[in-house]
């Protein structure tokens, strides 16, 4: 299994990024798939997780800026991200459940998974 984020990259207050997170060897419409994100000195934090439903749910830092989607022809998880704060600045990280590592899913229906499979992460600078 392997999922590969890209689309990372350094935008000023109020800009917009679209992260992508590439799946090989799993089939993203069969587990819960989500975005974490981890900034320096913090713990790793969910932002957002859809289900294999389709169904989506965010933190609370996420609503109404962040939205997450996949593409199943393309088995590619995205997070468009609008209106970016310096808060939002962190590495990036792709999860799908249903794999051996420790993850703490957290929001929606995902919280019953209590592990899955990480990307290497992509990381996201926002400046003001």
């Given amino acids: 299994v392997q999922l590969v984020e890209s689309g990372g990259g350094s935008v000023r207050t109020g800009g917009s990024l679209r992260l992508s997170c590439a799946a090989s060897g799993y089939i993203v419409r069969r587990y819960c798939m989500g975005w974490f994100r981890q ?3 913090k713990d790793r934090e969910v ?8 169904t989506t749910t965010y933190a609370n830092s996420a ?4 939205t997450i989607s996949r593409d199943n022809a393309r088995n590619t998880l995205y997070l468009e991200m609008a ?3 310096p808060d939002d600045t962190a590495m990036y990280y792709c999860a799908g459940s249903g794999g051996p590592y420790d993850i703490e ?6 919280a019953r998974w209590g592990s899955g499979y990480w990307g290497q992460g992509t990381q996201v600078t926002v400046s003001s």
């Fill in 83 to 85: 209106n970016l704060e």
């Fill in 39 to 41: 900034a320096p000195g």
């Fill in 47 to 54: 932002v957002a997780v859809i289900d294999s439903d389709g």
């Fill in 63 to 66: 609503k109404g800026r962040f």
């Fill in 105 to 110: 899913w957290e929001l929606g229906i995902c």
